[in-house]
């Protein structure tokens, strides 16, 4: 089945430690997504690739960074974790940006100790 | 900038009760999407309404979408215990089409 997978499933690091978590994708969409969300609110989205064209949200620290090495993968990096990164991040595909049906991977939840 | 927010935050109901939320963008959406995230997973798409005054059916499930395009609602039928879960409508915004997450509602059913 076409899905999106992100590993790991479960990430501890330690404080500012660099921690890159993983993201792939067999639906061949040309968008991929990384949201942060914490406990009882909704996914924030940090940047978005649409093909090799990397969006950045304004208020995406730059302790964030992301890479998209084909269609197939994403990367989100964090290169100082702080307490308060910790949180449920989220990789979605979508065709194109706002498109109907953003798939979402299970998600990889951050433990900063 | 586009805020989209979502009431109730929290709804209690019991077993066979009706449900409803309610989204509401600060500005006019080409399209309302609603996705539904069991509590420890991650949002799964439901539908997708385009056109002003929309109203589509999933078994239990109602979405309609307002004649301004800025408002939606999720009205769900006769609640069942598969359907506790956080539901969140979402449109496309900024100047990248990105999509903006209302701010949600949990729903807890009572067996």
């Known amino acids: 089945d076409a899905m999106v997978i992100q590993n790991p499933r479960y990430q501890v690091t330690q404080f500012g430690k660099p921690v890159t978590l993983s993201c792939s994708q067999t639906l061949n969409h040309n968008v991929m997504y990384w949201y942060q969300q914490k406990s009882s609110q909704a996914p924030k989205l940090l940047f978005h690739y649409y093909d090799k064209d990397f969006n950045n949200e304004a208020d995406t620290p730059d302790n964030f960074q992301s890479r998209r090495p084909n269609t197939s993968f994403c990367f989100l990096d964090i290169r100082s974790p702080g307490l308060g990164d910790a949180a449920m991040y989220l990789c979605?595909?979508?065709?194109?940006?706002?498109?109907?049906?953003?798939?979402f991977g299970s998600g990889t939840r951050l433990t900063v100790v | 900038g586009q805020q989209v927010m979502q009431i109730p935050q929290y709804q209690h109901v019991q077993e066979g009760e009706d449900f409803t939320t309610y989204c509401n963008s600060s500005?006019?959406?080409?399209?309302i999407q609603w996705y539904k995230q069991r509590p420890g997973g991650h949002p799964v798409f439901l539908i997708q309404?385009?056109?002003?005054?929309e109203v589509k059916k999933q078994k239990r499930l109602t979405f309609q979408f307002g004649e301004a395009k800025k408002n939606s609602s999720l009205h769900i039928t006769a609640t069942q215990t598969t359907d506790v879960g956080t539901y969140f409508c979402?449109?496309?915004?900024?100047?990248?089409?990105?999509?903006?997450f209302g701010t949600g509602t949990l729903l807890a059913v009572q067996p």
């Open positions: 309404l385009v056109k002003s005054g």
């Open positions: 500005t006019t959406l080409s399209n």
């Open positions: 979605a595909t979508s065709r194109v940006p706002g498109g109907a049906g953003y798939t």
């Open positions: 979402a449109g496309p915004g900024g100047a990248t089409n990105k999509l903006i």
